[in-house]
């Protein structure tokens, strides 16, 4: 809801105007002149496509005292992009089995219709394809008795979240849920004080028309004529225009579209030490990186070139492309950060992309990073499966800890899978431990389309197996 009203508009025939609100805000009664406004703040909303107009010239200044601090501006990024921030996940047909399981580690109190329960959510057992829903098993560790007690979901009548952090989580996602998806707001600060604020800014506007009446009529026994023309203009805002001062312009002035909403961060080059190799430039097709690799002579010794890679993401903001040497450091870093692999396996995974980028497009392993600005932030491995047809192992994904439930894993997940369905694949395998430390990555596979098909006992360590999914491309 706007808190200033509009006082002035200048249609053109190009489909832009300009627009100019005006009203009293005043910090110490909260009131504008015409509708409520929160202190030292005035709020106007505008629809997302019309914000690269908006911050290339919007102006804000009062008349007769008063001061602007400064303008704020909601983020880009849509309700998807926000609502993956949150370590809450709620879907619409199974939101208590959802918070149940992202609460895990949390500290909560059950309330069932026989006992209160108070301990740290340890997670949710689902039940089976032929068991009733009612079998789905909530597991709370009780510290004070160092013990695991299980309850029915369906007995739940209330769950207090404990963890303040846990609460806070659920708000914001809760919260982000009723975001209009595509208005953004711009609050403008002042000084405390009552002001006479003045903002103006150019917006898209649909072109006005012009539509014209001929009238006869008879007036003393004479005939009488009036040539009327009437100027048609659109009211695209969510509210009522009163007391408008209104032109009309048929002029077309020169018009452009600035993209200053979207954040830019430009890529810089790298520094290193003389490579003590042949110089060989190697351009990738993403959409192709199996046949479209080429290389060019030693003798013309030109800089490495960037491959041809995709931006990704909600907001544009993630570059997936081939894996590069200076990758592996931070690849290794942040596996080793997750906690979920053993020494011996963050060594695999080293030598899984020195394999990589030995190899280059003509090896087996295909292996391509996520980047954020430069910093790599995930890591996607595969390549086809011996002695099968249109089949292929996903041997390594991981996202860095601190861009974990963003999207990330997603992304790559398809990325991968687009190009191997390029490639002629018909089945993609995953192959992960049992153990229950890794329940979160078999929901995520699970999320992604991916069906256990075997399990093998044992088969990493005692107690330890192997599960095989599998997903048809």
Same mark, same amino acid.
Request: include cysteine.
């Given at each position: 809801?706007?808190?200033?009203?509009?006082?002035?508009?200048?249609?053109?025939?190009?489909?832009?105007?300009?627009?100019?609100?005006?009203?009293?805000?005043?910090?110490?009664?909260?009131?504008?002149?015409?509708?409520?406004?929160?202190?030292?703040?005035?709020?106007?909303?505008?629809?997302?496509?019309? /914000?690269? $107009?908006?911050?290339? &010239?919007? #102006?804000?200044?009062?008349?007769? !005292?008063?001061?602007? @601090?400064?303008?704020? =501006?909601?983020?880009?990024?849509?309700?998807?992009?926000?609502?993956?921030?949150?370590?809450?996940?709620?879907?619409?047909?199974?939101?208590?089995?959802?918070?149940?399981?992202?609460?895990?580690?949390?500290?909560?109190?059950?309330?069932?219709?026989?006992?209160?329960?108070?301990?740290?959510?340890?997670?949710?057992?689902?039940?089976?394809?032929?068991?009733?829903?009612?079998?789905?098993?909530?597991?709370?560790?009780?510290?004070?008795?160092?013990?695991?007690?299980?309850?029915?979901?369906?007995?739940?009548?209330?769950?207090?979240?404990?963890?303040?952090?846990?609460?806070?989580?659920?708000?914001?996602?809760?919260?982000?849920?009723? /975001?209009? $998806?595509?208005?953004? &707001?711009? #609050?403008?600060?002042?000084?405390? !004080?009552?002001?006479? @604020?003045?903002?103006? =800014?150019?917006?898209?506007?649909?072109?006005?028309?012009?539509?014209?009446?001929?009238?006869?009529?008879?007036?003393?026994?004479?005939?009488?004529?009036?040539?009327?023309?009437?100027?048609?203009?659109?009211?695209?805002?969510?509210?009522?225009?009163?007391?408008?001062?209104?032109?009309?312009?048929?002029?077309?002035?020169?018009?452009?579209?600035?993209?200053?909403?979207?954040?830019?961060?430009?890529?810089?080059?790298?520094?290193?030490?003389?490579?003590?190799?042949?110089?060989?430039?190697?351009?990738?097709?993403?959409?192709?990186?199996?046949?479209?690799?080429?290389?060019?002579?030693?003798?013309?010794?030109?800089?490495?070139?960037?491959?041809?890679?995709?931006?990704?993401?909600?907001?544009?903001?993630?570059?997936?492309?081939?894996?590069?040497?200076?990758?592996?450091?931070?690849?290794?870093?942040?596996?080793?950060?997750?906690?979920?692999?053993?020494?011996?396996?963050?060594?695999?995974?080293?030598?899984?992309?020195?394999?990589?980028?030995?190899?280059?497009?003509?090896?087996?392993?295909?292996?391509?990073?996520?980047?954020?600005?430069?910093?790599?932030?995930?890591?996607?491995?595969?390549?086809?499966?011996?002695?099968?047809?249109?089949?292929?192992?996903?041997?390594?994904?991981?996202?860095?800890?601190?861009?974990?439930?963003?999207?990330?894993?997603?992304?790559?997940?398809?990325?991968?899978?687009?190009?191997?369905?390029?490639?002629?694949?018909?089945?993609?395998?995953?192959?992960?431990?049992?153990?229950?430390?890794?329940?979160?990555?078999?929901?995520?596979?699970?999320?992604?389309?991916?069906?256990?098909?075997?399990?093998?006992?044992?088969?990493?360590?005692?107690?330890?197996?192997?599960?095989?999914?599998?997903?048809?491309?």
């Amino acid at each position: 809801m706007n808190t200033l009203p509009i006082v002035k508009m200048t249609l053109y025939k190009h489909g832009v105007g300009f627009y100019q609100r005006r009203g009293t805000v005043d910090t110490d009664t909260s009131s504008t002149a015409s509708t409520a406004s929160t202190a030292s703040m005035a709020s106007l909303q505008f629809r997302r496509d019309e /914000m690269n $107009d908006i911050l290339k &010239s919007l #102006t804000a200044f009062t008349v007769g !005292g008063g001061q602007v @601090l400064g303008m704020d =501006y909601a983020t880009p990024e849509d309700k998807a992009a926000l609502l993956a921030r949150s370590s809450i996940q709620l879907s619409d047909g199974a939101s208590l089995r959802d918070l149940l399981r992202d609460v895990r580690g949390r500290a909560v109190e059950v309330i069932t219709a026989g006992e209160t329960l108070a301990g740290i959510a340890v997670g949710v057992d689902l039940p089976g394809k032929r068991e009733p829903l009612t079998a789905t098993l909530l597991s709370i560790f009780v510290p004070g008795q160092a013990a695991v007690r299980t309850l029915p979901v369906s007995d739940i009548r209330q769950l207090n979240l404990v963890d303040a952090r846990a609460a806070g989580d659920l708000a914001y996602f809760l919260d982000t849920s009723l /975001m209009e $998806d595509e208005k953004r &707001s711009v #609050t403008v600060r002042l000084a405390p !004080g009552p002001s006479d @604020l003045v903002v103006s =800014y150019i917006a898209p506007s649909p072109i006005w028309r012009v539509s014209y009446r001929l009238v006869a009529d008879e007036q003393d026994g004479k005939p009488l004529s009036l040539l009327q023309g009437w100027g048609l203009f659109d009211n695209t805002f969510d509210e009522d225009l009163e007391n408008v001062h209104l032109t009309f312009v048929a002029g077309m002035p020169v018009s452009f579209i600035y993209d200053l909403y979207t954040p830019f961060t430009p890529e810089r080059p790298v520094v290193r030490e003389e490579a003590r190799a042949v110089a060989v430039e190697r351009w990738i097709d993403v959409k192709d990186p199996f046949n479209a690799a080429r290389r060019l002579p030693a003798a013309r010794r030109l800089p490495a070139a960037r491959p041809r890679a995709e931006r990704l993401g909600p907001a544009g903001d993630v570059l997936i492309r081939v894996t590069r040497a200076e990758d592996r450091g931070p690849i290794l870093a942040f596996i080793e950060a997750t906690g979920f692999f053993r020494p011996n396996e963050v060594a695999v995974a080293g030598e899984v992309v020195d394999a990589a980028l030995g190899a280059g497009p003509e090896g087996h392993y295909q292996s391509f990073t996520a980047v954020a600005g430069r910093r790599p932030i995930g890591w996607i491995c595969y390549g086809p499966t011996p002695c099968t047809a249109g089949t292929f192992d996903i041997y390594w994904i991981a996202v860095a800890p601190e861009r974990q439930r963003h999207g990330i894993g997603r992304l790559l997940l398809a990325f991968a899978e687009r190009l191997l369905a390029a490639r002629g694949g018909r089945l993609a395998v995953v192959e992960t431990a049992g153990r229950d430390a890794y329940a979160p990555t078999r929901a995520f596979y699970a999320r992604c389309g991916y069906e256990a098909a075997a399990r093998l006992p044992d088969f990493y360590d005692e107690g330890d197996d192997k599960i095989v999914l599998v997903k048809r491309l």
